[in-house]
């Protein structure tokens, strides 16, 4: 199993196996992932956090990939960074989906909505903020959106 701290070279080692147009630009990941570790550290990834960080990192980084400068590529032209970061938004999802977590799937999908539209409306300022909830969303899993009922319930 893949230690948490290493969803972006997972994610590299990858995207560099799969032989596709992209493999020839991915780079070594020069930061740490800190949106995947966040939302693997809660009772929501519990069951497996190494897939959680992957999921996260690799829609965080397709959303680099639209939007700012990707942490996994580089030398790339803008077509391919939009088709990159489209497979990637592809890539965590189905992931997700394939972990049954509906919940968090709808989480990232609001998320990749909600930036493409603060992008449109050139009003980016409040994204990085967007994302740290969501990946403490997901952390939190599913329990944390339920009511607090009385003892007498």
Do not use: N
Request: overall charge negative.
């Amino acid at each position: 199993m893949t230690p948490v701290g290493e969803a972006l070279q997972t994610l590299a080692a990858r995207l560099r196996e799969e032989d596709t147009p992209i493999s020839p630009h991915v780079i070594d990941p020069p930061v740490a992932p800190v949106l995947g570790k966040l939302a693997a550290a809660g009772p929501g990834a519990a069951a497996a956090p190494a897939e959680y960080a992957f999921v996260v990192e690799a829609v965080y980084e397709g959303y680099l990939l639209h939007y700012a400068e990707p942490r996994l590529l580089a030398g790339h032209d803008a077509d391919l960074a939009l088709l990159a970061g489209d497979y990637l938004y592809a890539l965590g999802l189905a992931r997700l989906a394939a972990l049954d977590d509906a919940r968090a799937v709808g989480i990232l999908s609001d998320l990749i909505s909600r930036c493409a539209q603060l992008h449109a409306e050139r009003d980016p300022d409040s994204i990085p903020g967007l994302w740290e909830a969501a990946a403490l969303a997901i952390a939190a899993g599913p329990a944390a959106s339920r009511p607090a009922r009385s003892p007498r319930q």
